[in-house]
């Protein structure tokens, strides 16, 4: 089939001109149109898909150490409420020590002293500190939690993690990437009291947390490359 494309040549063939396809004025507006639908969907669908709740059946609960007071006080609600055996405080070091010093001075530790402070049995309560700072926290984390499990002998087929808003999706992928088959990861997310999750491009803070955890779900989910967990 003859083609449809003109060439032609200058200057004893060192130069070519060809013809090409390109958009029009009703093709560039039809790209506009798409792009402004995809930006109004994801506008009111991220926050949502982020901050989802996806609870498993288990007797065993687990809190990110890190997070704020009000979703504290939500975990004590949700251990009482959800009839829970035992709550497992993760986190490695507290920042500005500039890295781990002991396990008293972590995430961990301090998410369990407030989880007891705030009224729950000490001995249901159980630190499960990591000595990693910096970067993928949260896999760190899992990694150590894991390691405590098969350490102490503690069989867990199923276990629900419990941290902030839009910070919940990620937890879940990286504390399944951890896990691998070993354990079925369920997740719950306490909103942020600080922005309207329907309207949170209206807030600065609701700004910063969605499109933060956007970018870093992202990394998690096509980037990040951990380490080969046990089948």
């Known amino acids: 089939m003859p083609s449809t494309e003109h060439k032609t040549r200058k200057c004893y063939g060192l130069f070519t001109r060809r013809e090409r396809w390109?958009?029009?004025?009703?093709g560039w507006l039809a790209?506009?149109?798409?792009?402004v639908v995809v930006g109004i969907l994801w506008l009111f669908?991220?926050?949502?898909?982020l901050a989802h709740t996806e609870r498993q059946d288990t007797k065993i609960l687990v809190v990110e150490g890190w997070i704020h007071e009000y979703a504290i006080r939500a975990a004590v609600v949700e251990f009482q409420t959800g009839h829970y055996d035992k709550v497992y405080s993760t986190g490695g070091p507290v920042a500005g020590n500039g890295g781990y010093l002991n396990d008293f001075n972590t995430a961990a530790s301090?998410?369990?002293?407030?989880?007891v402070q705030r009224g729950l049995p000490k001995a249901t309560v159980q630190m499960v500190p990591s000595?990693?700072?910096?970067?993928?926290?949260?896999?760190?984390?899992?990694?150590?939690?894991r390691e405590y499990f098969q350490t102490n002998g503690v069989t867990v087929t199923n276990f629900n993690v419990l941290t902030e808003d839009a910070h919940a999706r990620r937890t879940q992928l990286l504390f399944q990437k951890a896990f691998g088959h070993t354990a079925t990861v369920g997740v719950i997310a306490v909103p942020n009291t600080e922005y309207d999750?329907?309207?949170w491009w209206r807030y600065s803070e609701g700004v910063r947390e969605v499109l933060g955890e956007s970018i870093a779900y992202?990394?998690?989910?096509f980037l990040f490359r951990p380490a080969p967990t046990p089948n």
């Open 22 to 26: 390109g958009l029009s004025r009703r």
């Open 31 to 35: 790209g506009l149109g798409i792009f």
């Open 45 to 49: 669908n991220v926050q949502p898909f």
């Open 110 to 115: 301090v998410g369990a002293e407030l989880l």
């Open 131 to 145: 000595h990693v700072s910096g970067r993928d926290r949260t896999y760190s984390s899992a990694l150590a939690l």
């Open 197 to 199: 999750p329907k309207h």
């Open 218 to 221: 992202l990394y998690a989910k």
